[in-house]
């Protein structure tokens, strides 16, 4: 479902396959390091990184994976993490920002926080969004966007620089069924 790439790495995170495979870069080529299986109908979505870990939002189940990224672009899997609290919501996307991780999730509509500390998480926020289905999201300095492609709208939410905490800021409407949002450089 995604392609990310940290200098010569390349994962491929299947969330039909509930796998993510590795590969290096190597004259120009892709060459298979690993497969590294997640949970069964778990259906690994979106990956983000930072240092040394890599963090992983399902959709199919509600869960936020934490993985070591080993010497060799393998990964090892270290957390496994409740997701959204109520049943039948659905991660979307994941995003690291100044020591906190914000992963986002569909069908009721929520943003969680988590603090990173010695390459764990730590979960200390579910925030509501007005809208259920947060597509995707965006972060620039102290300001989240969310894209509600079931309200027709973007989400403008506060992020506390101290605290990596979030709150609501309001909403704007858009055309039909924003699918992506992005701040421009």
């Known amino acids: 479902h995604q392609i990310v790439r940290r200098g010569d ?9 509930d796998a993510i495979y590795t590969y290096r870069v190597e004259a120009g080529q892709l060459s298979h390091i690993t497969t590294t299986p997640v949970g069964a109908g778990y259906g690994p ?4 990184y930072v240092d040394d870990i890599a963090i992983v939002a399902c ?4 869960h936020v994976l934490v993985f070591d990224i080993n010497a060799d672009g393998s990964l ?12 039948g ?4 996307e ?3 920002h100044n020591g906190y ?4 999730s569909r069908v009721v509509g929520v943003v969680v926080v988590y603090k990173i500390e010695n390459n764990q998480l730590t979960r200390i926020q579910e925030l509501a969004l007005d809208g259920t289905w947060p597509r995707s999201i965006a972060i620039k300095d102290d300001i989240m966007l969310a894209a509600d492609k079931e309200g027709n709208s973007v989400q403008v939410i506060n992020i506390d620089a101290a605290s990596g905490m979030l709150s609501g800021g309001g909403s704007l409407e858009t055309p039909s069924a924003p699918a992506f949002v992005m701040f421009f450089e």
């Open 59 to 62: 959709e199919l189940q509600s």
């Open 45 to 48: 979505r979106h990956m983000a």
């Open 76 to 87: 090892t899997q270290k957390q496994d993490l409740g997701f959204a609290t109520n049943e």
């Open 9 to 17: 790495f390349v994962w491929v995170i299947d969330l039909g396959c």
């Open 94 to 96: 994941v995003l690291v």
């Open 101 to 104: 991780v914000y992963a986002s």
């Open 89 to 92: 919501n659905k991660g979307a």
